[in-house]
Nanobody
Framework: QVQLVESGGGLVQPGGSLRLSCAASGSISNIKAMAWYRQSPGKEREFVARITNSDITNYADSVKGRFTISRDNAKKNTVYLQMNSLIPEDTAGYYC??????????WGQGTQVTVSS
């Protein structure tokens, strides 16, 4: 079992930046990739960014060049999402996701990001 706790959300003006954190605990040795998803009211949850155990990253087209996913190399169990040049369309609940080697998925409780002037 893996537990995920997100933090770092909040209210930011358009053009601003935020950094989200996701701390994993439990059976973290079973995790092969961690990702961020987001969901706005009335919309389906959508993929944002992923980082594998080999530090291979991929991004949704809508955030490429603005968002960066990274891992804390010292802690190994913490993943970050640096979000720059935020736009109102980035407003959503952001959810951390972990994928195990057995293909099980785990989710955090989410953190709200609101981009508004």
């Amino acid at each position: 079992q893996v537990q995920l706790v997100e933090s770092g959300g909040g209210l930011v003006q358009p053009g601003g930046s935020l950094r989200l954190s996701c701390a994993a605990s439990g059976s973290i040795s079973n995790i092969k990739a961690m990702a961020w998803y987001r969901q706005s009211p009335g919309k389906e949850r959508e993929f944002v960014a992923r980082i594998t155990n080999s530090d291979i990253t991929n991004y949704a087209d809508s955030v490429k060049g603005r968002f960066t996913i990274s891992r804390d190399n010292a802690k190994k169990n913490t993943v970050y999402l640096q979000m720059n040049s935020l736009i109102p369309e980035d407003t959503a609940g952001y959810y951390c996701n972990a994928l195990s080697f057995s293909q099980r998925q785990f989710w955090g409780q989410g953190t709200q990001v609101t981009v508004s002037s």
